[in-house]
């Protein structure tokens, strides 16, 4: 079983979870002895995605503001990233290395697969958060 770094990952986790915090995403990566550690936290989408290159298997946790002007709450994303040039074993394990991660990124909304960084659009999935959200029973008038 692929080693992770708990600790260090939760605490990022629940900031990222904070309704008071500015954090709204974090990444996990793999260090050079293939541990499951915390990579990156930020506030800015772009940041994010710049992350996702050709050579990276990340996870990542993004907190997205969903609802309408009546309602709005928290909701997250669980993602995994694997670059198109990732060899095929490593993409291979990636299912298995999931499996590790939500142990700890246990409460999401919904989850993506990423391979293609050009799909990695914030408007994109917070539709797709939207979708999942159930009815939005605002207006539209405030």
């Known amino acids: 079983m692929t080693a992770i770094d708990r600790e260090n990952i939760y605490d990022a986790y629940e900031e990222v979870r904070k ?24 506030v800015d989408f ?9 050579e990276a298997r990340l996870f990542g946790y993004l907190k997205v503001i969903s609802g309408d002007e009546l ?14 040039k990732v060899s095929v074993l490593k993409k291979a394990k990636m299912s298995a290395d999931k499996g590790v991660v939500k142990e700890v990124l246990r409460n999401f909304a919904i989850e993506e697969l ?8 914030e408007e994109s999935i ?3 958060v939207a979708k999942a959200g159930g009815a939005n029973y605002g207006t539209g008038a405030r």
């Open 46 to 54: 772009e940041q994010f995605r710049e992350k996702f290159t050709d």
């Open 114 to 121: 990423f391979t293609d960084r050009s799909e990695v659009k």
């Open 126 to 128: 917070k539709s797709k």
């Open 19 to 42: 309704d008071d915090s500015e954090t709204n995403w974090l990444l996990l990566s793999f260090d050079d002895a293939n541990k499951i550690v915390l990579d990156s936290t930020g």
């Open 71 to 84: 309602s709005k709450r928290s909701k997250f994303v669980f993602i995994t990233w694997i670059g198109p």
